[in-house]
Structure formats: structure tokens, C-alpha cells
């Protein structure tokens, strides 16, 4: 069946201005991940959905990272104002939700912030 | 809260060659560990993963792990690699606790894999 897909593949912006990621996870998965993949940070937890709720934002390095799911579905993750640290690859996961189950990763969109 | 340590950023090897890629965690609470590859713009795959059980894990194109305890170590290894194998590799852990909230992996910074004809 189709993966966990993001889109853009790829974004370039300028600093200052604000982007908008996507994430489709797999039909029927119910938890969700975003990660950041930079070169300076290793691979970082951002944020976590699961079902109705609360998000665990704690992984979130400012106030201008927001994310949100709708529809238990879809995730956006936002970030305004981008700074040039914010150059990384944000992958998203998804899983069945309980604690021991596979995380299924898509191939990240790429941002680079100029 | 957890860390992983993966010894070896690099690790160039020959064709056919054994592998072994080094990770040490640590952890104030019980986890799940996992192994997961990335090649060349993709995203991240599992390769392997212990939850419980036999400390021995066997996971996907060929690759094992095994779990200790009181090293607090997963090393990842496989007897013979190919050209293919060429990736990078990231270790991780996540909380097994039922009172811990999800369970977002703690990545270790990965060990790159250059496989040599």
C-alpha cells in the first residue's frame, strides 16, 4: 500500500518568510511524528499526535514551529519567520499508534532557508 | 530522558567484508531499541527492532542486532555486506514505560557505511 508521503520534496524560502509542510500518513495510522534531520542537530523529535489527544509539543525549539492534524489525518507543520537555522530536512512518521509498533518514515521535504 | 552514542561516524568497508556499527544508550527508564537505515534522499527504514525477548534480533537484508543489557549496548552487524549496504545507519530508542507519552524515538548522530568493491 502507498507510504507516508510529504510534500514539497523540496523548499527554498527567504528569511523572514513563513513555510507550510506536508504530511499524509498511512490510511489507518493513528499516531504521528515530525522529526528534524539537520547537520549541526543529528535527528530531532519535534512533535507527536495521537488520535484526539493532546499533542506532545515538547521536542518544538521555538515558538515559531506549530503543527497541526486534521481530521486525524493530515499534518501541517508550520513554520513563520524562518531563520537560516532552520535549514534541515523535517521528516514526518507515522505508526498504529501503540507504544511497541513500527514507525514508517516518508523521504522528508527538504527546506533551505536563504 | 534517553541519549544514544554511535561510536563510529564512519565506517568504510570492503565488499563481502563483515560489519559491526556500535551503539551504547542510556536510559533512567526501560526502552524498545531500534536500528533503522537511510540511503542516499530517502527517508529513514527500519532494519531491526528488540522489544522483549531474545536478545539476539535478526531483521531485514541480513542485519542483526544484539541487545545487552548491562553494557547498555545494540550493536548492529551483518557478516557480509554488498555494494547496496552503502547507507547510513541510525540507531534509536524509545521509552518502553506505560506511563511514558508515545513513543518518540531518541536518535543516535548515525554511522555512515561505505561499502568498497
Known amino acids: 500500500g502507498a507510504g507516508v508521503s510529504q510534500s514539497p520534496s523540496n523548499k527554498v524560502t527567504e528569511k523572514g518568510k513563513d513555510v507550510e509542510l506536508r504530511c499524509d500518513p498511512i490510511?489507518?495510522?493513528?499516531?504521528l511524528y515530525w522529526y528534524r534531520q539537520s547537520l549541526g542537530q543529528g535527528l530531532e523529535f519535534l512533535i507527536y499526535?495521537?488520535?484526539?489527544?493532546?499533542?506532545?509539543k515538547s521536542g518544538l525549539p521555538s515558538d515559531r514551529f506549530s503543527a497541526e492534524r486534521t481530521g486525524g489525518s493530515v499534518s501541517t507543520l508550520t513554520i513563520q519567520r524562518t531563520q537560516q537555522e532552520d535549514s534541515a530536512v523535517y521528516l514526518c512518521?507515522?505508526?498504529?499508534?501503540?507504544?511497541?509498533?513500527?514507525?514508517?518514515f516518508g523521504p522528508g521535504t527538504r527546506l533551505l532557508v536563504l | 530522558a534517553q541519549s544514544v552514542t554511535q561510536l563510529d561516524s564512519q565506517v568504510p568497508v570492503f565488499e563481502e567484508a563483515p560489519v559491526e556499527l556500535r551503539c551504547n544508550y542510556s536510559s533512567s527508564v526501560s526502552v524498545y531499541l531500534f536500528w533503522y537505515v537511510q540511503y542516499p534522499n530517502q527517508g529513514l527504514q527500519l532494519l531491526l527492532k528488540y522489544l522483549s525477548g531474545s536478545t539476539l534480533v535478526k531483521g531485514i537484508n541480513g542485519f542483526e542486532a544484539e541487545f545487552n543489557k548491562s553494557q547498555t549496548s545494540f550493536h548492529l552487524r551483518k557478516p557480509s555486506v554488498h555494494i547496496s549496504d552503502t547507507a547510513e545507519y541510525f540507531c534509536a530508542v524509545s521509552p518502553s514505560s506505560i506511563k511514558a507519552a508515545g513513543n518518540k524515538l531518541t536518535f543516535g548522530g548515525g554511522t555512515r557505511v561505505l561499502v568498497k568493491p
Open positions: 499526535f495521537q488520535g484526539n489527544s493532546a499533542p506532545d
Open positions: 490510511s489507518g495510522h493513528t499516531a
Open positions: 512518521a507515522s505508526s498504529l499508534g501503540l507504544r511497541q509498533e513500527t514507525q514508517y
